[in-house]
């Protein structure tokens, strides 16, 4: 099992920046692909970014391409999201998780709060 502590999240301006990290501990965090996913008050949690373990392939969900970038430093055991032209819709407790394609296969964590306004 991978225990999972996110961070990073914030109050910022419409148009602001923040970058998300995610540090795992426990089984071995390099053989797993990790995503991030959010959810918004009174929605469900959704899909937004995902990284495989080694081979670099990379998804995301179309309301975030081109501002958010995913990656991982697997010596770090550390996955992140730099989050770019932030916009109130992104508003979201930000989550971590181990990843099949882009579904959750693990435990949550406590999540980090991220507060968009305009």
């Known amino acids: 099992q991978v225990q999972l502590v996110e961070s990073g999240g914030g109050l910022v301006q419409a148009g602001g920046s923040l970058r998300l990290s995610c540090a795992a501990s426990?089984?071995?965090?390099?053989?797993?692909?990790m995503g991030w996913f959010r959810q918004a008050p009174g929605k469900e949690r959704e899909f937004v970014a995902a990284?495989?373990?080694?081979?670099?392939?990379?998804a995301y969900a179309d309301s975030v391409k081109g501002r958010f970038t995913i990656s991982r430093d697997n010596a770090k055991n550390t996955v992140y999201l730099q989050m770019n032209s932030l916009k109130p819709e992104d508003t979201a407790v930000y989550y971590c998780?181990?990843?099949?394609?882009?579904?959750?296969?693990?435990?949550w964590g406590q999540g980090t709060q991220v507060t968009v306004s305009s």
């Open positions: 426990g089984r071995t965090f390099s053989s797993y692909a």
């Open positions: 990284t495989s373990w080694s081979d670099g392939r990379i």
């Open positions: 998780n181990a990843v099949l394609h882009t579904s959750p296969i693990g435990s």
